[in-house]
């Protein structure tokens, strides 16, 4: 656990080197519990993250009626009981839209109020995406404004066919979830795939649920379905993974091998931008586990980066490694453009104008626009001498500090302990490879 508050970042002038293990991914391990209370019984999940916004889920279920022992660091048993039960307390989500959304999808099909709340960011963020699908399948929800705190009554609801506006996995998969518990066949249509573990969690855990793709998008059919218990095992987190593949890819000298890294097609996009960025990696000892497919990941430094546009489909399958992606365009010779991202101002914080914020205060050439952002990439912008806000926001320390790595002077970023919400040992592990 990081407890720094404030910490300083700084050139690296020795390569980065050694082999690493990152944090269960986040989204995964969300999904193991709040589909795993739906399945009656025992079952193991390995490799959990018990970072913040996990941890915040955990809370949840328990408080819901499941059972949790820990065996080790990484491995719990859930028990989950016949039906969950109303929850006599106040549902707190922290940091964390992953549980708000999917929950709320979850409790609407339960014949009992609770209410979800969240921390100041999270209060701020739109919920009117989850709000609408679920009122339409027959929740009462009040809401402030549709922002959090969000009141649910749930019940017996009936199966829509939505098609939904943005594409969001948490939208999807909070439709999903209340289409578990309803009666007869719940559509969700969206125009480009956004992650889809819930799909793939739902097929491991034996639900009636159906995928494909027709002239509307991509569309989930899902039945009522009870859940067969069985063992989760969780991959390692791409998006805290790609702090370490920039970092590797950024400064001279640097060869890292990120091992067991979750590489689900609808989460690979920052591959894909290696490719068209010049970035030397290579995939290595590929398996599945629990319907996930899983790699190392080995990235050399790559001295001949050069920019690229992003836009359109691959939005979706790399939304959380913007701010990174930015500080790699930020090295490179040329122009990175991206657009189609304007949901990057609902996430943790409005990460368009809080990005172009602290990297232009480093000296790069960044330009905000709507949906994304220019930049003119040239190593020497890498200025530093600056104090850095986080905006509670981990995903834009853990990219201040990957930029601090070039920086002619240091860096100082400000409540560095955010980083706690995804990746509580970002530091340690930066410490492995940088000694
Ligand atoms: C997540 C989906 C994404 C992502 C978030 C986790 C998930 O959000 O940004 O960090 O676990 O479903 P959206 O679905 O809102 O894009």
């Known amino acids: 656990m990081n407890n720094l508050k404030d910490i300083i970042s700084k050139k690296q002038v020795n390569g980065l080197k050694g082999v690493i293990t990152i944090p269960p991914d986040k989204s995964i391990s969300h999904r193991s519990l709040i589909f795993g209370a739906l399945c009656e019984g025992k079952i193991k999940i390995?490799?959990?993250?018990?970072?913040?916004?996990?941890?915040?889920?955990?809370?949840?279920?328990?408080?819901?009626?499941?059972?949790?022992?820990?065996?080790?660091?990484?491995?719990?048993?859930?028990?989950?009981?016949?039906?969950?039960?109303?929850?006599?307390?106040?549902?707190?989500?922290?940091?964390?839209?992953?549980?708000?959304?999917?929950?709320?999808?979850?409790?609407?099909?339960?014949?009992?109020?609770?209410?979800?709340?969240?921390d100041k960011s999270l209060s701020k963020r739109p919920m009117k995406r989850v709000i609408e699908p679920l009122s339409l399948m027959g929740a009462k929800i009040k809401s402030n404004d549709f922002k959090a705190p969000l009141e649910i009554t749930g019940g017996k609801l009936n199966p829509i066919e939505y098609f939904s506006p943005i594409s969001s996995a948490q939208v999807k998969s909070c439709i999903l979830l209340a289409g578990v518990n309803t009666i007869g066949?719940?559509?969700?249509?969206?125009?480009?795939?956004?992650?889809?573990?819930?799909?793939?969690m739902f097929e491991y855990l034996g639900a009636n649920i159906q995928t494909g793709h027709s002239e509307n998008g991509f569309y989930t059919k899902i039945?009522?379905?009870?859940?067969?218990?069985?063992?989760?095992?969780?991959?390692?987190d791409i998006s805290s993974a790609a702090f370490f593949m920039v970092m590797a890819a950024i400064v001279p000298n640097s060869e890292i091998i990120i091992k067991n890294?979750?590489?689900?097609?609808?989460?690979?996009?920052?591959?894909?931008?290696?490719?068209?960025?010049n970035v030397t990696y290579e995939i290595l000892d590929k398996k599945t586990v629990s319907n996930e497919e899983v790699a190392d990941?080995?990235?050399?430094?790559?001295?001949?980066?050069?920019?690229?546009?992003?836009?359109?489909d691959i939005i979706p399958r790399l939304i959380d490694e913007l701010p990174v992606?930015?500080?790699?365009?930020?090295?490179?010779?040329?122009?990175?453009?991206?657009?189609?991202?304007?949901?990057?101002?609902?996430?943790?914080?409005?990460?368009?104008?809080?990005?172009a914020c602290g990297l232009k205060k480093i000296g790069i050439d960044i330009v905000?626009?709507?949906?994304?952002?220019?930049?003119?990439?040239?190593?020497?912008?890498?200025?530093?001498?600056?104090?850095?806000?986080?905006?509670?926001?981990?995903?834009?320390?853990?990219?201040?500090?990957?930029?601090?790595l070039l920086c002619k002077n240091e860096i100082l970023i400000k409540d560095f302990n955010w980083v706690n919400t995804s990746f509580p040992e970002f530091l340690k592990l930066f410490t492995k490879i940088s000694a």
Not at 297 to 312: A, E, H, Q
């Open 297 to 312: 990941i080995k990235v050399l430094y790559s001295p001949d980066l050069k920019g690229c546009d992003i836009s359109g």
């Open 46 to 118: 390995s490799n959990f993250s018990f970072a913040q916004d996990c941890r915040a889920t955990l809370e949840i279920v328990k408080a819901l009626g499941c059972g949790v022992v820990f065996s080790d660091e990484r491995l719990l048993i859930l028990t989950s009981p016949k039906t969950l039960c109303a929850p006599s307390k106040t549902l707190d989500c922290g940091n964390s839209g992953t549980s708000m959304r999917l929950l709320a999808g979850l409790l609407s099909g339960y014949n009992f109020k609770s209410i979800l709340t969240g």
């Open 325 to 355: 992606i930015a500080v790699l365009a930020a090295a490179a010779d040329g122009q990175t453009v991206v657009k189609n991202a304007q949901d990057l101002r609902n996430k943790e914080s409005d990460r368009i104008s809080s990005l």
């Open 261 to 277: 890294v979750g590489i689900n097609l609808t989460r690979t996009g920052i591959l894909d931008v290696f490719d068209k960025m």
């Open 368 to 404: 905000e626009t709507d949906d994304g952002f220019i930049i003119n990439g040239d190593k020497n912008n890498f200025l530093g001498n600056v104090e850095l806000d986080t905006y509670f926001d981990h995903r834009l320390a853990m990219s201040f500090f990957v930029a601090g």
């Open 223 to 236: 039945q009522k379905s009870k859940l067969i218990p069985k063992d989760i095992e969780i991959a390692g």
């Open 185 to 200: 066949e719940t559509t969700v249509c969206e125009k480009t795939l956004s992650r889809n573990h819930s799909e793939r």
